[in-house]
């Protein structure tokens, strides 16, 4: 019997109802978490709980509105701009700001108009000599947020201030009526300056640096199901057209060979530390 041979197109189907579950998933694993630790009252639960949450808001504010930026998070063209406050602007982050730096990643990868090139100088890893403190210590101490902000943040578009602006004034006066705006210092602000960061600096290094093929595809399982399937990455940069849901199918059946895969976060280690060649 001769076997079915697939096309990029068979898997570029897009899906307005997967779009909302998804959202509803990662909205509701926040909400869950901050009820359970607010609950508890414990310290060391609070730890937890912002570790999750700030892995949340990765989930939604950079694995979904990637999603968005290749129109695949829904079916409907225009919700994937129109529909930014319930997976960018919660972040401090616009649509507007975010689509051409990513497509310049995408169209222009490892030349000067990838920021990424300009990243991995700043982060330290172009040195000859580097210490484990550019992977582990440095962003945990807070320049996560210091390369974050330099590379989102540095030449910012009036109207993505306006827009985060007012979607954060009627937020911030609500908690303010309710006595509660240490719930959304504790449980928001604190994980989305410090955690989420994180999750960033360490997206960038494990997607692409000190790879062969220039993108690395991670299938751990914890980690595609939690993001969204963010590790399929080199099917991503080659078919950006294929929603998250169908990257794994497309990942089997489409890519070659050649392309680094690492199959857990201490394979993912080992390929980054390796000698370059």
């Given at each position: 019997?001769?076997?079915?041979?697939?096309?990029p197109q068979?898997?570029?189907?897009?899906?307005?109802?997967?779009?909302?579950?998804?959202?509803?998933?990662?909205w509701?694993?926040?909400?869950?978490?901050?009820?359970?630790?607010?609950?508890?009252?414990?310290?060391?639960?609070?730890?937890?709980?912002?570790?999750?949450?700030?892995?949340?808001?990765?989930?939604?504010?950079e694995?979904?509105?990637?999603?968005?930026?290749?129109?695949n998070?829904?079916?409907?063209?225009?919700?994937n701009?129109?529909?930014?406050?319930?997976?960018?602007?919660?972040?401090?982050?616009?649509?507007?700001?975010?689509?051409?730096?990513?497509?310049?990643?995408?169209?222009?990868m490892?030349?000067?108009?990838?920021?990424?090139?300009?990243?991995?100088?700043?982060?330290?890893?172009?040195?000859?000599?580097?210490?484990?403190?550019?992977?582990?210590v440095?962003?945990?101490?807070?320049?996560?947020?210091?390369?974050?902000?330099k590379?989102?943040?540095?030449?910012?578009?009036?109207?993505?201030?306006?827009?985060?602006?007012?979607f954060w004034?009627?937020?911030?006066?609500?908690?303010?009526?309710?006595?509660?705006?240490?719930?959304?210092?504790?449980?928001?602000?604190?994980?989305?300056?410090?955690?989420?960061?994180?999750?960033?600096?360490?997206?960038?290094?494990?997607?692409?640096?000190?790879?062969?093929?220039?993108?690395?595809?991670?299938?751990?399982?914890?980690?595609?199901?939690?993001h969204?399937?963010?590790?399929?990455?080199?099917?991503?940069?080659?078919?950006?057209?294929?929603?998250?849901?169908?990257?794994?199918?497309?990942?089997?059946?489409?890519?070659?060979?050649?392309?680094?895969?690492s199959?857990?976060?201490?394979?993912?280690?080992?390929?980054?530390?390796?000698?370059?060649?």
């Amino acid at each position: 019997m001769e076997s079915i041979k697939h096309t990029p197109q068979d898997f570029v189907e897009r899906s307005n109802t997967r779009g909302f579950l998804a959202l509803i998933r990662d909205w509701g694993i926040i909400f869950g978490v901050i009820s359970f630790s607010i609950w508890a009252e414990n310290f060391f639960i609070y730890i937890t709980s912002i570790i999750l949450i700030g892995c949340m808001q990765f989930a939604i504010s950079e694995s979904l509105m990637h999603e968005a930026t290749h129109g695949n998070l829904f079916k409907r063209e225009s919700w994937n701009r129109k529909l930014e406050f319930l997976f960018s602007l919660p972040c401090l982050m616009t649509m507007k700001e975010y689509v051409p730096d990513h497509l310049d990643h995408h169209n222009y990868m490892d030349t000067e108009k990838d920021h990424l090139v300009g990243a991995y100088e700043e982060y330290g890893l172009n040195k000859e000599k580097k210490n484990m403190s550019w992977l582990w210590v440095k962003p945990i101490m807070g320049f996560g947020l210091y390369f974050f902000a330099k590379f989102n943040w540095n030449v910012r578009d009036p109207q993505s201030i306006l827009k985060i602006t007012l979607f954060w004034i009627p937020i911030i006066a609500v908690f303010t009526y309710f006595d509660k705006l240490d719930i959304l210092l504790w449980y928001w602000a604190i994980p989305l300056f410090f955690i989420f960061p994180c999750f960033i600096y360490w997206s960038e290094i494990a997607d692409h640096y000190n790879t062969k093929s220039g993108s690395r595809t991670r299938t751990d399982t914890i980690l595609n199901f939690l993001h969204h399937n963010a590790g399929y990455h080199h099917v991503h940069h080659t078919y950006p057209t294929i929603p998250w849901y169908n990257l794994p199918q497309a990942h089997h059946v489409l890519c070659p060979k050649h392309v680094d895969i690492s199959t857990s976060i201490l394979d993912t280690f080992r390929q980054i530390l390796r000698k370059q060649t």
